[in-house]
């Protein structure tokens, strides 16, 4: 496999690496995106709901200004690539519904409802009648719900699919490879290398490895030496394995297995969420009668195995809201990681070494988050303004100092 010197790398192919790949393509920039495994972490698991509403948490307004804005940008998005690709990525603007467990719940969800109106966000409360009139597939007897009108959901995996094959047509240059180390030159970060010693040089370097982004930043734990026997370097370059503590995203990898059913295509019309005796659980319907429910969530470290207690959490609580799911076909459990970040919020920009933007630190909201990120990182490396305020999400909010020369 070739080295080479490119306007770009970006490193990490799932679906805010290859977005961003795309956007910068198109923009006319030559770009080289790595990845061992592309799009086999959470882009894979995800379930590929696009929720600002129902995913929002009290503490959580300055991340509303951005799923809202990149849930606007999301019609948009993907007629370009069917444009570009000819795939339908399955956008299905289905609305969510939100069904309350049990009283205690539905005020929950009444207070939920007060704080979305008070933010501008529209969502409506339904009497129990009302849902199960919406969904008839619900449980008899749930107490009422939130009708979340603007709460769609993607096929994930077929927006990977569709972004590799868009990325490819706009001269991304796609390499199946793990990067081993990161080439400087001085302070600047000029590209990196590969375990088995390509270089790729690049004007700017962006990281985008979802949950592994620390792990890739900070890298000497697994690599050993920085330089590998033969590896030649040329004068002015330095190959090193690790970045600067301050530039190393603080991203934690976050545990969560979805379920993959089959039913028939019209066992429901609307994604569908719940919180049973507390513990949440989703299903979202596609088009073609697969249902992916979602989601468990712990704090594992980078175990990928799957729980079986989850498997079961998941399944009851489902089943409980939809009682039909006990009849449907079982398909797939997968596990993926979540990358989480101390304040829920993305690390979308620059950083203190010159060179290296991220983009990171997702968490429940990659998928919804993509456009924004794509159009954003485009949008620092070319100097056009996309029309975002990245204030919030700037990744030096975390740098302990400036990194001295
Ligand atoms: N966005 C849903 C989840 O992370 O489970």
């Known amino acids: 496999m070739g080295s080479g010197a490119t306007d770009v790398v970006v490193v990490g192919a799932g679906v805010i690496g290859l977005s961003i790949a795309w956007r910068c393509a198109q923009r006319g920039l030559a770009v080289t995106v790595l990845d061992p495994a592309p799009g086999s972490g ?43 690709t000819g795939v339908d990525v399955g956008y299905r603007r289905c609305g969510t519904l939100q069904a309350a467990w049990d009283a205690a719940d539905l005020a929950a969800l009444r207070d939920l409802h007060a704080f979305q109106s008070s933010l501008g966000i529209e969502s409506e409360l339904l009497t129990s009648r009302q849902l199960r009139a919406a969904e008839p597939a619900l449980a008899a007897g749930l107490p009422g719900g939130l009708w979340a009108a603007d709460d769609h959901q993607i096929d994930n995996r077929m927006l990977h699919g569709a972004l590799r094959r868009a990325a490819g047509g706009a001269g991304v240059r ?76 603080p991203v934690r990898p976050v545990k969560g297995q979805t379920l ?23 299903v979202v319907p596609r088009g073609d009668g697969s249902l992916v429910i979602g989601a468990s969530s712990e704090e594992a470290g980078f175990d990928l195995g799957p729980r079986a207690g989850a498997v079961y959490e998941l399944l009851r609580d489902a089943q409980l809201l939809l009682p039909v799911l006990g009849e449907v076909r079982f398909d797939e459990v997968s596990t993926g990681l979540r990358p989480g970040s101390p304040d829920n919020l993305p690390m979308i920009g620059g950083t203190v070494v010159d060179g290296l933007l991220v983009a990171t630190g997702h968490y429940r909201n990659g998928i919804l988050l993509a456009p924004l990120t794509a159009d954003a990182v485009a949008g620092l490396i070319t100097g056009e303004d996309p029309g975002i305020d990245l204030t919030a999400c700037d990744p030096r909010r975390f740098s302990r100092s400036e990194v001295s020369a």
């Open 260 to 282: 993959r059913l089959r039913g028939p295509s019209d066992l429901l019309n609307h994604v569908v969420r719940g919180a049973v005796r507390g513990s949440p659980v989703y």
């Open 174 to 249: 796609e390499v199946t490879a793990r990067v081993g180390g990161w080439l400087r030159r001085g302070q600047q970060v000029v590209g990196v290398r590969t375990e088995s010693g390509d270089r790729f040089e690049a004007g700017t370097v962006v990281l985008a490895a979802g949950a592994w982004s620390a792990a890739v930043a900070e890298l000497p734990a697994q690599t050993g030496p920085s330089t590998p026997a033969g590896l030649q370097v040329p004068a002015g370059l330095q190959a090193s394995a690790g970045l600067p503590a301050e530039v190393v995203p």
């Open 42 to 84: 959470a882009t894979w698991t995800a379930a590929g709901m696009l929720a600002p509403a129902t995913e929002l948490h009290y503490e959580g307004r300055p991340l509303l200004a951005l799923t809202l804005d990149s849930a606007a940008r999301y019609p948009g998005f993907v007629a370009e690539l069917a444009d570009a």
